[in-house]
């Protein structure tokens, strides 16, 4: 099998402004953030595919699209995502979606010679009662929660994967795990979508209705920890340029609120004078989960953007772009 030249010598990632970079996933929440990053940093060559295009699941049609187009760099941030009701609702979706695009994508971007690659994975990688704030060597020491458990496996074996080849072939395959992510180009689907943006919606509606009180779902006592995506595209540039190792690194803000804390902050964002109601005969998912990211802080990278700016961010792109 051909694979990936790892010359020292050749340039660095930030370097060379045209080099070619394939960003899996460009349109979803992260991908579309990191190219917004790159397109800032004045890189050229952004080698861009919607699903339409080019259907990650389908391995020939993967390998044909890196044969012809012969990517640099590849940063991997396609996925199947969802909240607790899409995991419980689509669980075979969730493992088998996401197995074959990072298989195929990795695969195919070492045997087509790809200089490095980056995949990014989920803080809910961890066991449920990991230790807090979590960090990267929990992966693997205990349960994880049920409710995420199928993706959640799927981006434990794409760490594993990009840590064989690099073992197997000394290719330059890191993996980055981000925190919960919000911003512009989220998810606000009103089954489908994760806990901020489900609430910034159902805030707005319940704002331009006129509603007297908002239902939230669980007592509002998990803690959380929240990471602009904006920030997180900083941070992916960060690690391409600057990491190179065999262990997956944490990317989180440090900074936790309880989902109460939160709901309230997304209440007076997005001005809805009305009650806040808990339904606690509905489920709260993991107790607590903040990230150890003292690694990526210790290699020279911390995040810059508050929680409550990140709202006010968010709603607006909300505002152009989803509302009714």
Same mark, same amino acid.
């Given at each position: ?22 960003? #899996? ?11 917004? +990053?790159? $397109? ?7 080698? =861009? ?28 941030? #396609?996925?199947?995502?969802?909240? !607790? ?14 197995? $074959?695009? $990072?298989?195929?994508?990795? &695969? ?31 992966? =693997? ?25 690099? !073992? $197997? ?15 512009? &180009? ?7 979508? &994760?806990?901020?943006? #489900? ?7 319940? +704002? ?39 262990? &997956? ?12 804390? =939160? ?31 003292? +690694? ?7 995040? +810059? ?20």
């Amino acid at each position: 099998m051909s694979g990936a030249n790892n010359d020292a010598t050749s340039p660095s990632f930030l370097s060379d402004k045209s080099a070619r970079i394939f960003v #899996a996933g460009h349109r979803g929440l992260v991908g579309s953030a990191i190219v917004r +990053k790159l $397109q800032a940093l004045g890189f050229t060559n952004l080698v =861009l595919r919607t699903h339409v295009e080019l259907d990650l699941t389908r391995q020939a049609d993967v390998e044909s699209f890196f044969a012809a187009e012969k990517p640099r760099f590849v940063i991997l941030a #396609a996925a199947k995502v969802g909240g !607790i009701h899409a995991n419980n609702t689509y669980p075979a979706d969730f493992i088998a979606v996401n197995l $074959q695009i $990072q298989t195929n994508v990795i &695969h195919a971007a070492y045997r087509f010679g790809v200089k490095k690659l980056l995949f990014l994975g989920s803080s809910c990688i961890y066991p449920k009662f990991a230790p807090q704030p979590i960090p990267e060597n929990a992966l =693997l020491t205990g349960p994880l929660e049920p409710t995420n458990e199928w993706y959640a496996i799927a981006k434990i074996a794409g760490i594993k994967m990009c840590q064989a080849y690099r !073992i $197997q072939y000394n290719w330059d395959a890191i993996s980055g795990m981000p925190t919960n992510l919000y911003g512009p &180009h989220d998810n606000f689907h009103p089954e489908n979508s &994760h806990v901020l943006p #489900a609430l910034m919606r159902r805030f707005h509606e319940a +704002k331009v209705k006129g509603a007297e009180e908002v239902v939230v779902w669980g007592t509002g006592s998990p803690l959380r920890e929240f990471l602009h995506v904006d920030d997180l595209a900083d941070g992916v540039v960060f690690m391409m340029e600057s990491y190179s190792g065999l262990e &997956h690194v944490n990317v989180g803000s440090g900074k936790e609120v309880t989902i109460k804390e =939160l709901a309230e902050l997304v209440k007076e964002v997005v001005g809805f004078e009305g009650r806040l109601v808990w339904d606690s005969t509905k489920p709260d998912g993991t107790p607590r989960k903040l990230m150890d990211s003292s +690694k990526l802080a210790g290699l020279g990278w911390t995040p +810059k953007i508050s929680l409550k700016d990140g709202l006010v961010d968010t709603y607006s792109w909300y505002l152009e772009n989803v509302k009714q």
